[in-house]
């Protein structure tokens, strides 16, 4: 680790935190639908439709809105996958996408997962990347902040029974945020050398005086959205590692500040729309803490080296610099993880298959605290304040008194369906990974063997699971049975989890919202940012750490000791 590595994190981190309070204002303004004269085109378009953005939803037909409107895109997704060979603008001339395929990677986008078990490079089409899936990367991203706008008006006023309307706040977002955020992203991209064009490819001379095929395409507006969204999902098969995707350290400085920008973001709308600004802050601390450990984290397993290259002799000065880009150094390297696995975003700098254990560890860990440290677009606030309610619960039994968060009392239903949400991941992850490890048709699909081949199928469940879509690598995931138990896990981990936050939604809306007493609970400081941290640790560590013993962990041990598998 060196000063100036830490000197780019910290102006990296710095310029997202900077950014997220105006980012905060206006989706506070566009939650609250103060846009001024922005409010007459959407509502132009939502009458059209027939939908009167007015007319508010419960938490029952608000999900059953959101779950409709999903499964329509997945299905449309589904057909142009398939119908892909007979659609125009495919230059390369792709065939359809194979049926289980196809399934899954309409799934993958939809719930905002990404998770990529093909090379877009070598199987998707101009159409099915710009119209199927950067469509999806925009749609999935404003679900998870139309919801999470859902849960921020269960806690901002009492005796409510509806949520908002689903229709005008998917509109809202991807009309005044996502859209333009990314036209500004494709631009900025544009000029720091990312291709942005209909044609194919391009042929090259070799220096051996050969020729080269190098494929090319609308990449710079897809990598401006699938940061932009937490999405994740690259143009090219190994994301930002490709030049094309990273052409710079500038250029990959500003995948991670998009990444994290509006989940950042989102906790300080929380705070404006509560009335309490200091309770958004609460929640952004937490975030940020997180991320700088795990960056402390990964920078100094990878700086230490491989310890096995280290017991063979070669020099530590470079550290373990294997999967990563000579050009951006293992700073940048730590800081992408750190933020992509923790805001749910999945894009990669740097091949997670070459870190060291320890280094592996974290990522996979982050995933599997829930996605909340920052999370995605809107899943990471509503995944936080899930664990909210739980610390205050936890507080509450310390001191004898019922919970209260924000005025509204935490009673046994929101602590049931807290508890059901937080279920969800690992028995996703655990259930659906011990599977298929126990199965040749699962096992047949591992690269490796040892603690390293379960780190592999670990990491692909959780990845899905957290609706991450990062891979670890040296699995073979385009498989039937992978594609099919992933898409299992990526709907599990999205919807799954949602129905339950929404449900707490609705029963905390109804509530009034009373006065802060005497004996309540302070939920702005830092001890109760402590008591969140502690919840969102020991909730992971107890149901993860078992598998993690016997993945990394082990792994490392391993290695220190000079086994190989």
Same mark, same amino acid.
């Given at each position: ?42 509502? $132009?378009?939502?009458? $059209? ?14 999900? &059953? ?41 309409? &799934? ?17 089409? @101009? ?45 809202? *977002? ?38 080269? *095929? ?12 699938? @940061? ?13 590692? @490709? ?65 096995? @290259?280290? %017991? ?21 390297? $730590? ?9 749910s975003c999945g894009a990669v700098n740097a091949m997670l298959d070459s870190f060291t254990p320890l280094g592996g560890l974290v990522p996979l860990f982050l995933i599997q605290l829930g996605e909340v440290l920052p999370g ?6 509503? #995944? ?33 369906? %807290? ?40 990491? %692909? ?34 919807? #799954? ?26 939920t702005h400081g830092p001890l109760f940012a402590g008591l969140l941290a502690g919840v969102i640790l020991i909730l992971g560590g107890l149901q993860y750490l078992p598998a993690l013993a016997l993945g990394p962990i082990a792994e490392h041990f391993a290695m220190l000791a000079g086994q190989t598998f």
């Amino acid at each position: 680790m060196t000063i100036i590595g830490w000197a780019q994190i910290a102006l990296v981190l710095g310029c997202a935190l900077l950014l997220a309070v105006p980012a905060g204002a206006w989706l506070a303004a566009i939650a609250q639908g103060r846009l001024g004269p922005l409010t007459r085109p959407d509502a $132009a378009l939502l009458r $059209a439709a027939g939908i009167n953005p007015g007319q508010g939803q419960s938490w029952q037909t608000y999900l &059953l809105a959101m779950l409709a409107f999903n499964a329509a895109g997945f299905l449309l997704l589904y057909g142009m996958l398939r119908l892909q060979g007979a659609l125009p603008l495919n230059p390369q001339g792709f065939d359809g996408i194979p049926p289980w395929l196809a399934f899954n990677t309409a &799934l993958s986008f939809v719930t905002n997962t990404n998770w990529q078990a093909y090379s877009g490079e070598s199987a998707m089409s @101009h159409l099915s990347q710009m119209a199927g899936l950067a469509v999806q990367n925009f749609l999935s991203a404003a679900t998870g902040i139309a919801l999470a706008f859902a849960v921020i008006r269960a806690f901002a006023a009492g005796g409510l029974t509806q949520l908002g309307n689903f229709w005008a706040d998917l509109t809202r *977002v991807t009309l005044w945020l996502l859209l333009p955020g990314a036209v500004l992203a494709t631009f900025a991209f544009i000029a720091m050398g990312v291709p942005q064009t209909l044609e194919a490819s391009v042929t090259a001379a070799t220096l051996a005086g050969g020729e080269q *095929v190098i494929s090319l395409g609308p990449v710079a507006s897809q990598l401006a959205i699938k @940061h932009l969204g937490t999405n994740g999902g690259g143009f090219f098969g190994v994301n930002s590692l @490709h030049p094309f995707e990273g052409p710079s350290a500038m250029a990959t400085s500003l995948q991670i500040i998009l990444q994290v920008v509006i989940p950042f973001g989102l906790c300080l709308a929380f705070g404006r729309m509560v009335g309490d600004a200091r309770q958004g802050r609460a929640l952004l601390a937490v975030m940020t803490g997180f991320v700088l450990l795990a960056t402390l984290a990964i920078y100094a397993a990878e700086a230490a080296g491989n310890p096995l @290259h280290l %017991a063979a002799g070669v020099s530590p000065a470079q550290g373990n610099m294997e999967g990563k880009d000579l050009r951006f150094g293992l700073a940048l390297a $730590a800081l992408f993880t750190a933020t992509t696995t923790g805001a749910s975003c999945g894009a990669v700098n740097a091949m997670l298959d070459s870190f060291t254990p320890l280094g592996g560890l974290v990522p996979l860990f982050l995933i599997q605290l829930g996605e909340v440290l920052p999370g995605g677009v809107g899943s990471g606030l509503y #995944g936080m304040l899930v664990f909210a309610l739980l610390a205050v619960f936890v507080a509450g039994l310390m001191v004898g008194r019922t919970p209260e968060y924000l005025g509204k009392k935490v009673q046994a239903r929101e602590v049931k369906l %807290a508890m059901l949400a937080v279920l969800v991941l690992p028995a996703a992850i655990l259930g659906l990974a011990g599977l298929s490890l126990v199965l040749e048709v699962g096992t047949a699909s591992l690269q490796d063997a040892g603690p390293h081949g379960l780190s592999e199928m670990l990491y %692909a469940f959780t990845s899905a699971a957290g609706n991450n879509g990062s891979a670890f690598g040296g699995l073979t995931a385009d498989t039937p049975w992978l594609n099919t138990m992933l898409g299992f896990a990526m709907l599990a981990g999205r919807f #799954g989890f949602v129905i339950p936050v929404l449900a707490i939604a609705g029963s905390l809306a109804a509530k009034p919202r009373a006065p802060e007493g005497a004996g309540t609970l302070p939920t702005h400081g830092p001890l109760f940012a402590g008591l969140l941290a502690g919840v969102i640790l020991i909730l992971g560590g107890l149901q993860y750490l078992p598998a993690l013993a016997l993945g990394p962990i082990a792994e490392h041990f391993a290695m220190l000791a000079g086994q190989t598998f």
